[in-house]
Nanobody, 124 residues
Framework: QVQLVESGGGLVQAGGSLRLSCTAS????????LGWFRQAPGKEREFVAV????????YYADSMKGRFTISRDNAKNTVYLQMNNLKPEDTAVYYC?????????????????WGQGTQVTVSS
């Protein structure tokens, strides 16, 4: 089993920044990507960003390009999501995921392993 624990969420004003972290423990999958998703109230979960194991490939949803940066530290089994210029519409619970597969530059099929989520609230 793989356990994923997110942290770093909180309340921030529009235009501010947050950095989310997700640390994996238990059985890890060095050949798998790590991704971030988010879910706003009343909406479906949506893809945010994904990074390959090597870090060589990073893909983002269109609305996050230029504002969000995904990175990882394999020695710490941790993936990060740096979020800048946050907007009220970024308010959501953010989840990390692993065990999935990058299908293309704009498509990531999530795996079975999800974190518990961390709340991000952006005030206007």
């Amino acid at each position: 089993q793989v356990q994923l624990v997110e942290s770093g969420g909180g309340l921030v004003q529009a235009g501010g920044s947050l950095r989310l972290s997700c640390t994996a423990s238990g059985r890890t999958f060095p050949s798998y990507a790590l991704g971030w998703f988010r879910q706003a109230p009343g909406k479906e979960r949506e893809f945010v960003a994904v990074i390959s194991w090597s870090g060589a490939n990073r893909y983002y949803a269109d609305s996050m390009k230029g504002r969000f940066t995904i990175s990882r530290d394999n020695a710490k089994n941790t993936v990060y999501l740096q979020m800048n210029n946050l907007k009220p519409e970024d308010t959501a619970v953010y989840y990390c995921n692993t065990g999935g597969r990058i299908l293309s530059s704009d498509s990531y099929r999530p795996g079975d392993y999800w974190g518990q989520g961390t709340q991000v609230t952006v005030s206007s």
